[in-house]
């Protein structure tokens, strides 16, 4: 399975649990979406049901550019992600696949139960939840006591306003000099 095709099936799971989605983007049948990294082009065409099938070579409806630079911050913040793009082509396409990128959901418990029962399927995905929000929250400690330890302790970097006011003195300085300077040329030919 190609990663195109891997890419569809697991939007296509999504969407098939969300039918208002589906019908949303059934509305765009026979349109194709190309994301493009930099790195690939993922184009995905929509079927008359509204799911996704890979879609080869023919030309774009619309076409999503995001900077490989950018992908965090995408991940990071869905609802903002389409902030960080550039979107040519169908706006109200482009705009369709932002409201079922803001909207699609993965219930992990649904595709849990068969495998392990209800009750399992719901500790699993709590513990998983309590881990995830634990390791993101010793991430952000981790971070934030780098950034004390070298603005601070070891000071490599400098507080954005300390740099802004040496930027701010050094340009009064630079002023203040050619003020002289010209004073001085004055005094000189008198």
């Not at 774009?60 to 550039?86: E, G, H």
């Not at 399927?121 to 952000?140: E, F, N, P, W, Y």
């Not at 330890?149 to 340009?171: C, I, R, S, T, W």
Request: aromatic share 4%; charged share 25%.
């Amino acid at each position: 399975m190609s990663l195109l095709a891997a890419v569809a099936a697991a939007i296509n799971h999504l969407l098939s649990r969300q039918p208002v989605l589906q019908a949303a983007l059934a509305a765009h049948a026979g349109k194709t979406a190309c994301i493009a990294t930099g790195f690939f082009d993922l184009r995905l065409r929509v079927a008359a049901d509204g799911l996704l099938e890979a879609g080869h070579d023919e030309n774009a409806s619309v076409t999503i550019r995001i900077k490989p630079a950018d992908l965090p911050q995408i991940l990071a913040n869905r609802t903002r992600a389409f902030s960080y793009v550039k979107i040519e082509g169908d706006a109200d396409f482009a705009n369709t696949i932002s409201q079922i990128a803001n909207n699609l959901r993965w219930e992990a418990e649904e595709d849990l139960t068969p495998l392990v029962g209800d009750i399992a399927a719901v500790r699993i995905v709590q513990t998983a939840r309590v881990t995830l929000d634990s390791m993101q929250s010793t991430g952000k400690k981790l971070a934030e006591n780098m950034a004390e330890y070298l603005l601070e302790e070891n000071p490599m970097l400098l507080h954005k306003q300390v740099a802004e006011d040496f930027a701010a003195g050094v340009a009064t300085l630079r002023d203040d000099a050619e003020r002289l300077a010209k004073r001085i040329q004055l005094l000189e030919r008198a």
